[in-house]
């Protein structure tokens, strides 16, 4: 099971210590100074910040919380961003499920994935690389890059290609750490620039 994904982009996991159930019209009340980056329904324009539109629920707990948990403790614990860390400083747990509970309700706008990078994403992502020991994505994200809630496996389908790859690279360099039991730095070790290239031009088109 240690080995059964391939990305996020956003980490993986379920529980969190947030327990508070999220009210998505007060999530749009606090959302105003997240459409800066992410846009005002979670489609971000900018290629670099990612959508967060229709993302899982809990998933999107578990990053807020590890932003403001990495705010507290200088980056040494939660998921280090200079932006989001400050960003979610301040944010209490009712904060963190309204808003959450806002972005999931909202609908990801489809990506497309270039003529190129169709035929071997397909393999990459399906098939993996058994010589190599890289795990098919598509074991914890499914065949349309849609995850899985209950399981904490975010929903990758129609993510910017450069904000894929950013993050496969950050795992890949252990730069980012709040991954379940390591999987995803695991499995980003066996990828080359080549492949996370491939892969992220790939589960862009995915819906």
Known sequence: ?????LLVCL??????SVTAEGDPEAGK???AVCAACHGPDGNSMIDINPKIAGQHQ???????TEFRLASSTGGE???NNAVMNGMAAPLSDQDIADLAAYFSSQEATPGSTPENFVEPGEA?????????GVTACIACH????NGMQLAGFPDISGQHAAYTTAQLKAFRAGERHNDMNGMMRDVASKLTDEDIE?????IAGLH
């Open 1 to 5: 099971m240690k080995k059964l994904c």
């Open 198 to 202: 491939i892969l992220a031009n790939y």
């Open 142 to 145: 499914g065949p349309s890059g």
């Open 77 to 79: 614990e939660g998921r």
């Open 11 to 16: 980490t993986l996991g379920f529980t969190t």
């Open 58 to 64: 809990n998933y999107l707990v578990k990053q807020l």
């Open 29 to 31: 009340a606090k959302s």
């Open 124 to 132: 990459l992502y399906r098939g993996g690389d058994a010589e190599r």
